[in-house]
């Protein structure tokens, strides 16, 4: 299964988020993680929809659009016509999470469902064969720069378990606390995606990247 670089642009520079997603891309980051809180679900607000139109005319990776917001079904149809390749939603904020599915698929995207740190994962089961991603959270939602819940390895562990038993090829994303350094145990677990940000977007942006791409590379 490819291995993916999503580099999170919360922790982009916005004065210059332009370059700087340009130099993500030009490195070989295919896809850009983009998380859309709204103050309820958790206690940040971020950016929403003109936001997304803007980096959608800039670059050619894949959106990620990770919707930590409760009741997500309301925006779904509005982040996919702003240019969403993929949108996530929380099985915690929906109350109904087969219909929130349903509706993300219903514009021809891909869908995600997250689940936090102390959310079992047998509650992914009835959804499996619904969605095209996991996203196993590797810090609690909501802010940049978190350290890593090593007990969330098990989580991906689990899934990625479950989902072979399956026959489903489903990729697997983890989102918080991730560096260079930590990334290979990522990897092993049996993510495929991962989500940077600081790591990324600190610092040389194109070195950063490239040597992300390297290591995800050697685990392929």
């Known amino acids: 299964m490819k291995n993916i670089l999503s580099p999170s642009i919360l922790a982009a520079d916005f004065k210059e988020l332009g370059d700087a997603i340009k130099k993500t891309e030009e490195n070989g980051a295919q896809y850009l993680h983009f998380d859309v809180m709204d103050g309820m679900f958790v206690p940040s607000i971020s950016f929403g929809l003109p936001v997304l ?16 917001i409760t009741e997500p079904i309301r925006y779904v ?20 999470v087969d219909a929130t599915l349903e509706a993300i698929r219903a514009q ?9 740190p ?3 994962v ?10 095209d991603m996991v996203l ?22 689990a899934v990625r378990k479950m989902a072979n038993d399956a026959g489903l090829s489903l990729d697997i994303e983890m989102d918080g606390g991730i560096y260079r350094s930590n990334v290979k145990e990522v990897l092993k677990a049996g993510a495929n995606v991962v989500v940077s940000g600081s790591d990324v ?6 070195q950063n990247t490239a040597a992300f791409m390297e290591i995800l590379g050697s685990y392929e």
């Open 53 to 68: 139109q803007s980096v959608r005319a800039g670059t050619k990776q894949v959106l990620d659009v990770h919707l930590m």
């Open 136 to 157: 196993v959270m590797s810090v609690e939602p909501g802010f940049g720069g978190q350290k890593f819940i090593t007990e969330t390895l098990d989580k991906t562990r």
């Open 108 to 116: 021809n995207i891909k869908a995600g469902l997250s689940i936090k």
């Open 122 to 131: 047998e509650e992914l089961v009835p959804y499996l064969d619904k969605i």
């Open 201 to 206: 977007f600190q610092g040389d942006i194109a």
């Open 118 to 120: 102390g959310t079992k």
């Open 77 to 96: 149809k509005d982040f996919a016509s702003a240019g969403a390749d993929l949108i996530t939603v929380h099985l915690e904020a929906c109350e109904d």
